[in-house]
């Protein structure tokens, strides 16, 4: 992979002394490493070093940072945990980088009306283990231990969406600087009501925003109960249309299902040997979980085990104890990982699709088939109650070639997914990696509008540049 200085803008020394003003000399870095760090995400796409990276500890703090920001027209990158996975925080323009990994108070948690709010450099793995105590928990769950702000950032979800929603139904009020130092409430100060009717949805606007609108520097989030019971479970099917079959009957049946992946035989192969999985084959597969009371988990487990065997799949293996649970879903979010170890050396390049849930069998289908066709190994994983999927592309970082390979078929895959009523990304966003496809998804006046709303709130174009836009 290559790696870039600046292409455009220089932060000058005058701008770094302000800035140091600010935050004092050890919360900013100009060295080699931290920058370096600060490039790249987890993805395979380019990397582009900012000029420096800030380390913020308040909303005030932040705050005059981007007054001197906006004064000297320097690009800022919002930074969480660099877990993205569309190249949301290399710096195209150079600029500024602000991590805000040193504001990690959890703020409130309000046991009684199921909210929290939190700073920008709290993870959802240290918000759910705060919460243990108190019977709640958040249940967005990409895998990774992303910030819950970078996560409202993306438009994150994951694979407990089916049941809880994504980022877009879980946030109720977010704290955003924006570019001109300005601290905006989207749904005004203190609120934290699960409805509201007043005005635009202010605070969906910045969920998926891609640090593209201003500085995320307060969550306020849905909590939920911990389930009294938790049955996971998993079944094998001879072909990918018989698990998905079986996914779409389980939805229509109206089984509140808390969790339905998918991995392919491929990304079975991957995680049998990644996460030693005894007595599972290289199949098409789902992983399930059911939350509720023990009647209700095992009645609905029942059902789908039904739904299942009408659709030629396996008996169920359960995983009743915790730590045959927690195997389990490791092995589920290590599938990135898993995917990597069948091709050492290699890098990922990532799809994220999403379409209506009777579109999928076939989608899924067809997009398999174009991988067998290619010389690229390419193993499918997918929240499929979502009909969400995806497809990890493994290829040779310095094969310019292989690159090319791998970015046509992602595009076939989105373009399937844009004709039958789907959308290019379900939940990793837009980043540098889909812009084009972004303005097709919109149309020309869909992306015109978002255009405006950029143009009103960053009027100067120094939030995070070269993202979602072309
Ligand atoms: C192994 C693995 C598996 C998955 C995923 C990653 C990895 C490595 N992801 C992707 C990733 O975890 C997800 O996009 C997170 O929401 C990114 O959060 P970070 O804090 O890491 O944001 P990161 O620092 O990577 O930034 C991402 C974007 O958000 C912006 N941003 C971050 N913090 C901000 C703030 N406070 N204010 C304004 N803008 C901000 C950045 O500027 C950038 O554009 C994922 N995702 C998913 O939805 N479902 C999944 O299943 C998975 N699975
Ligand atoms: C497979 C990767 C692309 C990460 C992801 O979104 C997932 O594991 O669901
Ligand atoms: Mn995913």
Redesign the pocket.
Known sequence: MSFFTSPQVQVSSKAIELLNGVLGKENISTAESVRDHHSRDESSLQAFLPDCVVFPKDTLQVSECMKICYAHSLPVIPFGTGTG?EGGITAVKGGVCMDLSHMKQILSVNQEDFDCTVQPGVTRMMLNSDLRATGLWFPVD??ADASLCGMAATSAS??NAVRYGTMRENVMNLEVVLSNGDVLHSAGGGRRTRKTAAGYNMTNLFVGSEGTLGVITQATLRLYGIPEATLSAVCQFQSVQSAVDATVATLQAGIPIARIEFLDDVQMKACINYSNLEGLQELSTLFLEFHGTDDSVKAQADVVGEIVQLNEGSDFMYATEAEDRNKLWTA??S??YA?SSLRPGSR?L???VCVPISELPEIITQTKNDISKSSLLGPI?G?VGDGNF?T?LLIDPEDESERKIAKDLANRMAQRALAVGGTCTG??GIGIGKRHLLAEELGQVGIQTMRSIKEALDPKGIMNPGKVFL
Do not use: K, N
């Open positions: 996975l990409p895998g994951g694979t589920r979010h599938a990135f995917a990922i990532t799809t994220d994983v929240h995806h990890l939940e990793h």
